[in-house]
């Protein structure tokens, strides 16, 4: 069964840091990794997908990165700010039932 | 732009009682999904969709059910509620017929309490 950990459980940065979230996975067979943004008592916001074939993808400040053969991805967040802050999940889909998802990093970006 | 429609937003539930969570996508995705998410969990697949008529299970159905009579409904049904059933659920949906490759979108959750 595929595994996906976010580490670390929680972080917090003083606000224009850049900074880097990691996620893990197991197996490298899949179809396609998302990175999602969950605000306290919120649904999840898509931030980023990245396809099997790429590589990264950017959207603003965003930039997550797909090693597929390691099994990791990164989620780049360039000059942090504080409505940043809430709780970032990676999710790895291997199939149409089969979508893992990590506990997620509590990112806290302070004033 | 609606999106992802959940209904409704908070449930309190006594032990042995039925209820139905709806969720509507206005985005016309054939994929529409059910999660849990509890503490230290993270999301958990229910139930899924492919499309009008197509159900499968995911990883936790036990004590739930689904049906999609149409492309834009996808209801879960609490057939007789425990507590271990307390928790956040999540529908999503997501574009493409068999949902590998679509981005998924969320509603904004049904918090339900079982009592």
């Known amino acids: 069964k595929q595994e996906v950990t976010q580490i670390p459980a929680a972080l917090s940065v003083p606000e224009g840091e850049n900074l880097v979230l990691n996620c893990s996975f197991t197996?490298?067979?899949?179809?396609?990794l998302q990175w999602f943004r969950q605000d306290p008592g919120k649904g999840l916001t898509s931030l980023l997908l990245?396809?099997?074939?790429?590589r990264e993808q950017t959207s603003g400040r965003l930039n997550a990165s797909l090693d597929k053969s390691s099994g990791r991805s990164t989620l780049y967040i360039a000059a942090s700010q504080p409505g940043d802050s809430a709780t970032y999940l990676c999710?790895?889909?291997?199939?149409?039932?089969?979508?893992?998802f990590g506990t997620g990093t509590r990112l806290t970006v302070i004033p | 732009n609606a999106g992802v429609t959940q209904t409704p937003k908070f449930q309190v539930l006594k032990t042995g009682q039925s209820m139905t969570l709806q969720c509507a996508q206005d985005?016309?995705?054939?994929?529409m999904s059910w999660y849990r998410q509890d503490p230290g969990m993270g999301l958990r697949l229910i139930h899924y969709?492919?499309?009008?008529?197509?159900?499968d299970q995911g990883e936790v159905p036990n004590g739930y059910n689904v049906s999609r009579s149409t492309t834009e409904d996808f209801p879960l049904r609490l057939l007789s509620a425990a507590p271990s059933q307390t928790s956040v659920y999540f529908c999503a949906s997501s574009p493409g017929a068999g949902g590998q490759t679509g981005e998924l979108f969320f509603g904004e959750g049904s918090r339900l309490t079982v009592l």
């Open positions: 197996d490298s067979a899949i179809y396609n």
């Open positions: 985005m016309n995705h054939e994929y």
């Open positions: 990245i396809q099997s074939s790429q």
């Open positions: 969709s492919v499309g009008a008529g197509i159900t």
């Open positions: 999710a790895v889909r291997t199939g149409a039932n089969n979508l893992f």
